[in-house]
C-alpha cells in the first residue's frame, strides 16, 4: 500500500500529522530567522562547538586501606622531672590555650636550691662590689665568718648524702633482695603470711643479674664512703669528698633507676601481698626521689662553698685586677647555678605548647610522676590528617594534591599532601599524608579512628588514557570516529576506540593528543563538511 493510499483511508492521522507539520513550523521559523540574523547559519556550514579532549580523561581510583586519623596539630607532653603531681588544672576533652598550665608538680627541695642559690649570687654580687672598692678588716671577718659556716654546711650535707643513701638502700631498697649486704645477693622478696611463703622475683632475668651485681658494687662503695668521712676534719680537702659522694649518688641513682622496671613486674592476685608490694614500690620511689634530692642539696652546698671561700681569699689578698675578674666570674657562677636551678622548677610545670583539645591525661594529685612518663596530649580536632601507606605498585601513581574520597558515600574529601621519598624495607610500602579540607558535619570522622580511602589518580592513566567524552560527540557506525576541524575549517575525523557507556557518556581511547579540540557533536555532520567553529 502506498503513503498516499494510507493517507487517504486514514483521514484523522492525515490531518494529525499535517497539523503537527504547522506547529513545528510555527515553533521553528523564529529560532532560524533569529540564527540567521545572528550568522549562526551561513553558507560556509553549520556553527560547531569544540570540547577539549583533556578535560573528559577519565580518573582512576587507587584504594588504600587502614587510613589513621590524626590531627594536624599534635603535641606529647612528657614529664622532664619525677616528683608528686601538685595540682591538675585541666581534664580530659578541655579546651586550652598555647602557654596554658595543665600540671603542676611538687617543687619544695628544687624551690629551696633556688633560694640558696640566690643568696649565692647575692654574696657574689657583694663580693664583686668589695672587690671594687676594696676590703675592709670588718668586710674580711664576716666573709671568713660566711666561709666558715658554707665549708660546715658542706660537711653536714657531705654526710647527710651518705646517711641518705645508706638508708635508702638498707632501710627500703633491700627488701627487694635475699642477701643484699653478700657477695651473692638475689632480687626475690618472700612474704610470710598464713603460714606460708611465697617468693617473688624474676627468675633468669638478665636485668635482674645486673642489679644484684650492681647491689654488690654499692655495699662496696658504701663502706668505702663511710671511711672516708669519718677521716673529714678542718684541714680536709672537700672537693674531693664532693667528688667521691656525688660519684657515688650518681651510681646510686642509676641502680635505682634500673631496679625501679624489675620492681613494677612484680604482681600478685593475692590482696595482702598486694598491698605489701605496693607499699615496697613506694618506698623505691621514695628512695629515688631522696637520691637525686640528696645529689642537688650536695651541688647547692659545694656552689656556696666555693663562693665563699672564693669571697673570703679575694678580700685577704686584696684587689687586682686578676681578683676583679674572678669576682666577676664569681657572680657569672652563681648566675648560672640560679638559671640551671630555675629552669628546674620550671619543668615541674607542665604547659601547652600548642592550641587544641586535652586528649589524653595520666595525672592524679599526689601521684609520683616519672622522668619521661607520658602526662597528656593536645590535638586540635578541627584540623586533621590521615596518615596511609601505598604499595609500590600504587606509589607511582600518586601525586601530591590528588584528591581524596574518605569513607564510604563520599562526604568527606582531601587531597595528598606529602609523599615519602623512602619505601620501608619491611613493609615494602611509603607513607602518604592525606589533609582532610571537607569534613562529614552529620558523621564526622574523629582523631583515632581508622578509615578507606580513595585516591583519584588521573597518572595511573598517562600509558594509554581513557576518556568519557558526551555519547553525541562519537560517532559509531561499523567503526568510531571523534570529529576535529583543521586550521581551513573543513571537518576530519580520528580513529578512536569505543568502550562502556557511562550515564550519557561513552569510554574512548586510543592515540589521541590530550590537547586536541574536537566538535562536541557529530550529528548531522561529516568528514569534508566545511564547519564555522563558535567562539563560546
Known amino acids: 500500500m502506498s503513503l498516499i493510499n494510507l493517507f487517504k483511508k486514514n483521514l484523522i492521522l492525515s490531518v494529525f500529522i499535517l497539523a503537527l507539520t504547522l506547529v513545528l513550523i510555527a515553533i521553528e521559523l523564529p529560532k532560524i530567522k533569529q540564527a540567521a540574523s545572528s550568522g549562526q547559519i551561513s553558507s560556509d556550514g553549520p556553527t560547531v562547538t569544540l570540547l577539549k579532549i583533556s578535560d573528559y580523561q577519565k580518573t582512576a581510583a587507587i584504594t588504600l586501606d587502614s587510613g589513621s586519623v590524626e590531627s594536624v596539630n599534635q603535641a606529647d607532653l612528657r614529664s622532664q622531672f619525677s616528683a608528686p603531681v601538685e595540682s591538675v588544672n585541666v581534664a580530659l576533652g578541655d579546651k586550652v590555650v598555647t602557654g596554658q598550665v595543665l600540671v603542676s608538680l611538687k617543687k619544695t627541695d628544687i624551690a629551696a636550691q633556688l633560694d640558696q642559690a640566690k643568696a649565692g649570687l647575692a654574696n657574689a654580687l657583694?663580693?664583686?662590689?668589695?672587690?671594687?672598692?676594696?676590703?675592709?678588716?670588718?668586710?674580711?671577718?664576716?666573709?671568713?665568718?660566711?666561709?666558715?659556716?658554707?665549708?660546715?654546711?658542706?660537711?653536714?650535707?657531705?654526710?647527710?648524702?651518705?646517711?641518705?643513701?645508706?638508708?635508702?638502700?638498707?632501710?627500703?631498697?633491700?627488701?627487694?633482695?635475699?642477701?643484699?649486704?653478700?657477695?651473692?645477693?638475689?632480687?626475690?622478696?618472700?612474704?610470710?603470711?598464713?603460714?606460708?611463703?611465697?617468693?617473688?622475683?624474676?627468675?633468669?632475668?638478665?636485668?635482674?643479674?645486673?642489679?644484684?651485681?650492681?647491689?654488690?658494687?654499692?655495699?662496696?662503695?658504701?663502706?668505702?664512703?663511710?671511711?672516708?668521712?669519718?677521716?673529714?676534719?678542718?684541714?680536709?680537702?672537700?672537693?674531693?669528698?664532693?667528688?667521691?659522694?656525688?660519684?657515688n649518688l650518681d651510681f646510686l641513682i642509676g641502680f635505682l633507676n634500673d631496679l625501679s622496671p624489675l620492681a613494677n613486674t612484680l604482681t600478685t592476685d593475692n590482696s595482702a601481698d598486694k598491698q605489701t608490694l605496693d607499699g615496697y614500690k613506694a618506698e623505691l620511689s621514695a628512695a629515688r626521689s631522696s637520691a637525686a634530692g640528696s645529689l642537688s642539696s650536695l651541688q647547692g652546698a659545694e656552689t656556696s662553698w666555693i663562693l665563699a671561700t672564693q669571697a673570703l681569699n679575694l678580700k685577704t689578698a686584696g684587689a687586682t685586677n686578676e681578683q676583679l675578674l674572678q669576682a666577676k666570674a664569681m657572680v657569672a657562677q652563681a648566675a648560672a647555678a640560679v638559671a640551671v636551678l630555675e629552669a628546674q622548677v620550671e619543668k615541674t610545670i607542665i604547659?601547652?605548647?600548642?592550641?587544641?583539645?586535652?586528649?589524653?591525661?595520666?595525672?592524679?594529685?599526689?601521684?609520683?610522676?616519672?622522668?619521661?612518663?607520658?602526662?597528656?596530649?593536645?590535638?586540635?580536632?578541627?584540623?586533621?590528617?590521615?596518615?596511609?601507606?601505598?604499595?609500590?605498585?600504587?606509589?607511582?601513581?600518586?601525586?601530591?594534591?590528588?584528591?581524596?574520597?574518605?569513607?564510604?558515600?563520599?562526604?568527606?574529601?582531601?587531597?595528598?599532601?606529602?609523599?615519602?621519598?623512602?619505601?620501608?624495607?619491611?613493609?615494602?610500602?611509603?607513607?602518604?599524608?592525606?589533609?582532610?579540607?571537607?569534613?562529614?558535619?552529620?558523621?564526622?570522622?574523629?582523631?583515632?579512628?581508622?578509615?578507606?580511602?580513595?585516591?583519584?589518580?588521573?597518572?595511573?592513566?598517562?600509558?594509554?588514557?581513557?576518556?568519557?567524552?558526551?555519547?553525541?560527540?562519537?560517532?559509531?557506525?561499523?567503526?568510531?570516529?571523534?570529529?576535529?576541524?583543521?586550521?581551513?575549517?573543513?571537518?576530519?575525523?580520528?580513529?578512536?576506540?569505543?568502550?562502556?557507556?557511562?550515564?550519557?557518556?561513552?569510554?574512548?581511547?586510543?592515540?589521541?593528543?590530550?590537547?586536541?579540540?574536537?566538535?562536541?557533536?557529530?550529528?548531522?555532520?561529516?568528514?569534508?563538511?566545511?564547519?564555522?567553529?563558535?567562539?563560546?
Do not use: C, M
Open 351 to 536: 604547659r601547652a605548647p600548642i592550641e587544641g583539645r586535652i586528649s589524653y591525661l595520666d595525672a592524679r594529685t599526689g601521684e609520683v610522676i616519672s622522668n619521661g612518663q607520658l602526662v597528656a596530649s593536645i590535638v586540635n580536632p578541627d584540623a586533621l590528617q590521615i596518615k596511609t601507606y601505598a604499595s609500590i605498585a600504587d606509589l607511582p601513581n600518586i601525586t601530591q594534591n590528588d584528591l581524596v574520597k574518605i569513607g564510604d558515600g563520599g562526604n568527606i574529601v582531601g587531597t595528598v599532601y606529602r609523599i615519602s621519598p623512602a619505601i620501608d624495607p619491611n613493609t615494602k610500602k611509603a607513607e602518604i599524608l592525606v589533609i582532610v579540607t571537607k569534613n562529614n558535619p552529620d558523621s564526622p570522622i574523629v582523631i583515632g579512628q581508622t578509615v578507606n580511602l580513595s585516591i583519584e589518580s588521573k597518572k595511573s592513566n598517562t600509558a594509554q588514557p581513557v576518556y568519557l567524552l558526551p555519547i553525541q560527540a562519537v560517532k559509531t557506525n561499523g567503526v568510531s570516529d571523534v570529529f576535529a576541524v583543521s586550521s581551513n575549517g573543513l571537518v576530519f575525523a580520528i580513529p578512536v576506540a569505543a568502550g562502556d557507556l557511562v550515564g550519557e557518556k561513552i569510554e574512548v581511547s586510543g592515540s589521541l593528543d590530550p590537547n586536541q579540540k574536537i566538535i562536541s557533536s557529530t550529528i548531522g555532520i561529516a568528514p569534508g563538511d566545511k564547519v564555522i567553529i563558535s567562539e563560546q
Open 126 to 247: 657583694a663580693s664583686l662590689q668589695s672587690v671594687e672598692k676594696g676590703a675592709r678588716s670588718e668586710d674580711i671577718a664576716i666573709s671568713r665568718t660566711q666561709a666558715d659556716q658554707a665549708t660546715l654546711s658542706l660537711q653536714a650535707a657531705l654526710r647527710d648524702s651518705y646517711a641518705k643513701a645508706d638508708d635508702a638502700i638498707r632501710n627500703h631498697v633491700d627488701k627487694f633482695f635475699l642477701g643484699a649486704d653478700t657477695q651473692s645477693p638475689e632480687f626475690k622478696i618472700v612474704i610470710n603470711s598464713a603460714n606460708t611463703s611465697i617468693q617473688y622475683g624474676a627468675v633468669g632475668s638478665e636485668q635482674a643479674r645486673l642489679v644484684a651485681i650492681k647491689r654488690v658494687e654499692l655495699e662496696k662503695r658504701l663502706n668505702d664512703w663511710k671511711a672516708d668521712l669519718e677521716a673529714i676534719d678542718g684541714s680536709s680537702d672537700l672537693s674531693s669528698g664532693v667528688k667521691t659522694a656525688a660519684a
